[in-house]
């Protein structure tokens, strides 16, 4: 070997190179690594880590590459894992060295800042070739790729698990889509050339949620984009069409349709249910079409752009029809009441070239059917005009003019008057501008024309008019002027009652002066008194006001640059019945100075002066003085009793007078002053003597008020403010000794009140309701109330922290009442300060509570019947609002009862309740529970409260014993139970229906087993009339019935009519253990009363049959066998009865007759008696059955005898022989105690003759018999 140092050489290499090619082969996915994140770091100049790499002969995979932020350890982007399959004699052949490559879970990361620039650094690519380049790639591959945007102030924006899938080869074939972005889709879908990149682009976005809310809290999207919130969906389907080998944009097809669905406002409400646009690029041609609602209208939208050669033309349009302002309205406020239908059409047009831009916009608009707060308004149409040009897009090349007008027939005042109920008017009041802008010269004063006017017409209110004028704003020639001239006001006499004219004038350019002119003169007419209800009979004079000011445009804010008049006359003025003396007051400003000199107020015997003066220029100075001498409180309360329905009877005298400066820079201001007020009255009450003083200064104010006979007591009230900041002041007072019966006539003349009040008050922090602190106080001494004692003993208001709290305790009648109440002030307000402060919701606690009430105490003090003085218990009541009744149901409850109930000793009841719900506008009573007279009494009630409250009531009681009810009251024994039950309806005429029913009744030895009585009642508020009527009223006594119908009214007197049915009663069955002698009776008894007054005013009639008599035990004739005497009953005689008839009148019963024929003796009576039981009757009786008048019976029973009047001579023969048959009574006294007398020469009359002849042989003729009846017909 001739080198062999260097074969050992080569070998040594060969065995260095398999070593490393080993190691590289060994280590080769540690190796590459290492080299890619450190030649990828140098590259892309940040960090670059790589987790690992699997190296095999053609495939390479990748996994957890992070790429930081430059600067920064966080991630700019991350891959998941990077996987590609390597084909290098694809590439050899086709260029194709990767045949494919896959990425999974890639991140790319974007930072902001606040203001939007991109903190995020990118590697700079390097520049690229221009011509064809070949796509090393053959498929691509990307899953679940996210991008994440951050912006510093905002919440993360992500889109996460995009996909897309690409194959190069001679096409391009891609597809990616998002399946979550705003809650939508996203899909795109490409096929082209590879080398002509002809072919088509499809891009799909599905149901996207556009919500401004949620927007703004992203990325790179302002805060203003939710000013106002709205929401949509959107959905957009679109392919494009791209030729070969063009870039040119005009050559490319475009097909688009956008859906906008469910446009809503958050205070609009929804806007658009689905807004459609459609839009085609062909030719260079693009053409938009949309559609779509608006409020209940249609909006369609079309434009049309050509820019395939200049000049470039464009024209759009929008027409909307029918939309209705009042969803919009009622969306911006519910209780905004306002409607119309609003349209609009736009025309706009554009021509441009390099040079030149000519457009014209043309829009015209109408809102009809207006209606605001239910007032109807005629249409309003407008239309705005604009054309010009512009060269080189050069804005001070912009020539043209802009002009509009807008029209309406306005609004009728009559409308507006019934409306809000004003007095009978018409007219109407219109509305007509128009402007010109001359675009060439907007800098220029005179470049804007306005006109602007409104026209009155026709106008009339009640018994006033206005003449037919018109105000006009107007901007001309560089001069803004507003006027309302000529303004005359006639009464319904055409007398002038007023007339104005105002004019200001303002020119556009500053070295011009602005002058401002004002007058009224008002004359005051008898139709202008009437109309405020004022006396009329002395109406007259003049008062004029007049001002006029001017100063330079420029120097408005220069207070020595005005000159300024103003002026306040009266001629002759009399109102009212009133004369005033006249009055001259000016005001000038000159220089900066300005004067009032003194001028004197008077009316009838009072006077005011009154002067200021003061300077306006680098500070204001003002000084004033104010005097009143001497000023009658009388004749200020009967002025101002003629403009009220009540009389304000008030006196006494007045005086006062003060004094103030005001100076600025630096700031001073002191004033002061007194007011004495002496010999106050009100109502015939004395008030008594007060003065006050008052002083005020930049460190504070001090009040100080006080009086030592106020009320017939004093009081002393301080108030302090410091520093002029009022939210420091300190209110504090003390009052004593106030008679209540002097307070109380101020409100209540009649009010029966006596005693004194103490009491005090201390309020600080008065800055708000949360700051507030305080408390007052007050007691009485010797307090009573309609002579019911009514001490207040304490009673306490706190205010601190918010929270109000009212305690209270005392004493009434031997009773003790208290109450509690708290309050949060902050609540409160907010409650009053609400649309709608509902009474319910007042957030108010209380707990109120009166305590062992004898109700003796009660009757002891104030005027009762003598009955009720009586009556014995004790009276507990409760009135409660907790937390639970806040939310607004109920206002609070209350409930009631009496115990140990007692009428003279006699208990009534243990214990009766009573709960109440009190509402916002109605009252129900839940229940009345308890046990009355051992019976059940029950009921509830639900009343609507108002003007006229209405509702329904149900009240029983179910077997009351009568016994207990009238143990108190009367001695005869009464027994039996009762029950009654009244329904009823409250309303403008209380009504309803009292079923009365009676069980086993004995009322003074009379028994009722049974009685019912259905009444239907009404009563009348307004005229204090009650009403009634039962038409089946059924008693059932004595084997029989009584049948009673019913019906009359009761007011300031009394009208009835009632009918009783008798049938069949027994009367010795009617009476326990006694007998009456009446018998059965059967019969009517009828009683009228027509604006009866008293008792004695009752009319009526009564016609009883009577069977089965026994005189000699009725009443007065048991009398009878103790002066004559009676022959013994014969059996068999027929059966034994009687008539009665009479009438009530006057006060008195009149029996007409009653005659009663038995066996042994027959009774003829008749008289009166009075309601109070005095007795004047005659009574002849029968005390035989035979003697000598028996020979004349055949001539009693002749045809002559009945048919006409007997002889004087046949009757006084009939006397002569009867006079041993007969005897005469004349019963007199009372019918407790009545009283008989004999009458042995008394005479028989016709009747009686017949009468007993008949029946001492017991033939009792039908026709004696129903003479009676006969009589009482006639």
């Known amino acids: 070997m001739k080198h062999p140092w260097r074969y050992a050489i080569a070998r040594r290499c060969c065995y260095t190179v398999l070593a490393v090619t080993l190691v590289a082969v060994v280590f080769r996915n540690s190796i590459a690594r ?192 939710n000013q106002e919130g709205v929401s949509a969906t959107l959905t957009v389907h679109a392919t494009t069409q791209h030729p070969a080998n063009s870039s040119d944009l005009r050559q490319h097809e475009l097909q688009c349709l956008i859906s906008v669905k469910d446009i809503e406002s958050s205070s609009l409400g929804t806007l658009c249910n689905e807004f459609t646009i459609r839009s085609v690029h062909r030719d260079a041609v693009l053409a938009v079409e949309g559609s779509g609602d608006m409020s209940g209208g249609n909006v369609d939208i079309a434009a049309n752009c050509d820019w395939h050669t200049l000049p470039l033309s464009a024209t759009a349009s929008i027409a909307v029809d029918q939309s209705d302002l009042g969803r919009i309205a009622s969306r911006i406020d519910p209780d905004l009441d306002f409607g119309g239908k609003f349209a609009l059409q736009t025309q706009f047009k554009l021509t441009a070239d390099t040079h030149t831009s000519s457009f014209s916009h043309v829009i015209s608009y109408r809102v009809s059917d207006i209606r605001a707060d239910a007032i109807p308004v005629e249409d309003l149409a407008g239309e705005i005009k604009c054309v010009g040009s512009l060269q080189n897009f050069d804005k001070d090349s912009l020539a043209g003019s802009l002009s509009g007008s807008l029209v309406s027939k306005g609004l009728s005042l009559k409308d507006l008057a019934q409306r809000f109920e004003l007095p009978t008017s018409s007219g109407r009041i219109g509305l007509a501008s128009r402007f010109d802008v001359d675009l060439s010269d907007l800098e220029s004063p005179t470049a804007v024309t306005f006109d602007a006017s409104l026209n009155a017409s026709g106008l009339a209110m009640g018994e006033w008019r206005l003449q037919d004028t018109n105000a006009r704003l107007t901007v001309k020639d560089g001069i803004a002027s507003a006027s309302c001239q000529d303004v005359v006001v006639l009464d319904s006499h055409s007398n002038l009652l007023a007339q104005s004219d105002a004019v200001i004038r303002v020119p556009l350019a500053s070295e011009e002066r602005a002058t401002c002119n004002l007058l009224l003169s008002v004359l005051p007419t008898s139709s202008l008194a009437q109309a405020l209800s004022v006396d009329a009979r002395q109406c007259g004079g003049e008062l004029m006001i007049a001002g006029a000011a001017s100063c330079r445009v420029a120097d408005v804010a220069s207070p020595e640059s005005w000159v300024a008049q103003a002026s306040l006359r009266s001629r002759d003025l009399a109102f009212a019945g009133e004369s005033f003396a006249d009055v001259d007051a000016t005001c000038e400003l000159t220089e900066g100075r300005v004067s009032v000199p003194p001028f004197a107020m008077r009316w009838r015997m009072n006077e005011c002066l009154v002067q200021a003066e003061g300077t306006v220029q680098d500070r204001l100075c003002i000084r004033g003085s104010l005097l009143t001498e001497s000023f009658d409180v009388a004749d200020v309360a009967e002025l101002a009793s003629q403009f009220s329905s009540t009389r304000m009877p008030a006196s006494g005298t007045a005086q006062g007078s003060g004094q103030f400066e005001l100076v600025t820079s630096p700031f001073n201001f002191v004033a002061s002053g007194r007011m004495d007020l002496n010999h106050a009255m009100y109502a015939g009450s004395k008030i008594g003597h007060a003065q006050l003083d008052w002083n005020a200064d930049p460190q504070g104010v001090r009040i100080q008020s006080s009086s030592k006979q106020f009320l017939g007591g004093g009081y002393d009230l301080i108030a302090q403010i410091q520093d002029l900041d009022w939210t420091t002041a300190v209110v504090e007072g003390r009052f004593r000794d106030i008679q209540a019966a002097r307070l109380a006539a101020i409100v209540d003349r009649n009010l029966p009140v006596s005693g004194s009040l103490d009491g005090g008050i201390k309020v600080t922090s008065i800055a708000s309701l949360e700051t507030l602190q305080g408390e007052a106080w007050v007691q009485s001494r010797g307090l009573s109330v309609h002579r019911v004692p009514m001490e207040l003993s ?230 204090k009339l009650a009403r009634w009527q039962c038409r089946s009223g059924a008693v059932s006594a004595g084997g029989g019935n009584v049948r009673i119908s019913s019906e009359g009214s009761f007011g300031d007197n009394l009208n009835m009519v009632t009918s009783l049915r008798i049938e069949r009663v027994d009367s010795s069955k009617l009476i326990q253990g006694k007998s009456v002698g009446a018998g059965v009776i059967s019969g009517d008894v009828s009683l009228r009363a027509k604006r009866a007054q008293s008792p004695k005013q009752i009319s009526g009639t009564f016609d009883l049959t009577l069977e089965n008599v026994k005189s000699m035990e009725m009443p007065v004739l048991d009398q009878l066998p103790n002066l004559v005497s009676l022959s013994p009953p014969r059996p068999g005689q027929g059966q034994d009865g009687g008539t009665v008839y009479g009438r009530i009148s006057g006060g008195l019963v009149h029996v007409d007759q009653l005659a009663i024929s038995q066996s042994n003796v027959q009774v003829l009576m008749s008289g009166n008696a009075t309601l109070d039981g005095r007795l004047n009757f005659d009574v002849t009786a029968s005390t035989q059955s035979d003697g000598p008048a028996d020979q004349i019976l055949e001539l009693a029973n002749s045809p002559l005898m009945l048919a006409a009047p007997a002889p004087i001579t046949l009757v006084a023969k009939a006397n002569e022989l009867m006079k041993d048959r007969v005897v005469h009574v004349h019963v007199g006294g009372i019918a407790s105690r009545p009283t008989l007398r004999l009458q042995p020469g008394k005479q028989l009359s016709q009747d009686a003759v017949r009468f007993f002849l008949k029946a001492g042989f017991g033939d009792l003729p039908a026709a004696i018999a129903t003479r009676p009846n006969t009589q009482i017909r006639r």
């Open 794 to 1023: 304490a009673a306490k208001i706190s205010i601190a922290s918010a929270q109000a709290i009212v305690q209270g305790s005392g004493v009434i009648a031997d009773g003790r009442f208290e109450g509690v109440a708290n309050a949060s002030l902050p609540n409160l307000r907010d409650h009053f300060q609400s649309d709608d402060p509902n009474l319910n919701r007042i957030p108010i606690v209380f707990q109120c509570a009166v305590e062992r009430l004898p109700i003796e105490s009660l009757t002891r003090h104030i005027d009762v019947p003598q009955e009720l003085r009586t009556t014995r218990g004790t009276l507990a009541a409760t009135l409660e609002r907790d937390s639970s009744m806040l939310d607004g149901i109920s206002l609070c409850k209350a409930s009631g009862s009496v115990s140990e109930l007692q009428v003279n000793r006699v208990g009534l009841s243990d214990r009766i309740t009573s709960e109440i719900t009190v509402y916002r506008d109605r009252l129900e009573l839940r229940r009345i529970d308890g046990r009355f007279a051992d019976g059940r009494l029950s009921g509830k009630a639900d009343i609507r409260l108002g003007v006229h409250p209405s509702g329904t009531f149900e009240l029983a009681a179910n077997r009351v014993s009568l016994r207990r009810i009238a143990a108190p009251f009367s001695a005869q024994p009464i027994a039996g139970s009762g029950t009654v039950q009244i329904r009823g309806r409250v309303g403008k005429v209380i009504s309803g229906r009292a079923d009365l029913s009676l069980r086993h009744g004995v009322f003074a030895g009379v028994s009722i087993p049974e009685a019912k009585l259905p009444v239907d009642w009404s009563y009348s508020q307004p005229s």
């Open 34 to 225: 290492y080299a890619t994140a450190t030649i990828g770091s140098r590259l892309l100049e940040t960090e670059l880590k790589v987790g690992s790499i699997e190296w095999g002969l053609f495939a390479v995979n990748v996994r957890d590459i992070r790429v930081a932020e430059p600067g920064s350890d966080q991630d700019q982007a991350t891959v998941g894992r990077l996987a590609f399959a390597l084909t290098p004699w694809q590439g050899i052949v086709r260029g194709v060295w990767v045949e494919h490559v896959s990425l999974s879970d890639p991140t790319l990361h974007l930072r902001f800042d606040s203001d939007g620039k991109l903190l995020s650094k990118f590697p700079s690519a390097g520049e690229s070739k221009s011509g064809t380049a070949k796509i090393p790639i053959g498929k691509l591959d990307v899953r679940n790729a996210t991008l994440a945007i951050h912006q510093s102030g905002k919440q993360t924006f992500t889109i996460c698990g995009a996909r897309l899938a690409a194959r190069f080869d001679e096409e391009i074939r891609m597809h990616g889509d998002v399946p979550d972005f705003l809650g939508g889709t996203i899909e795109v879908k490409a096929l082209v050339d590879a080398t002509t990149l002809q072919g088509w682009t499809k891009l799909t976005v599905q149901n996207v949620r556009l919500d401004s809310e949620e927007l703004a809290r992203l990325p790179l999207t302002p805060a203003k984009i």
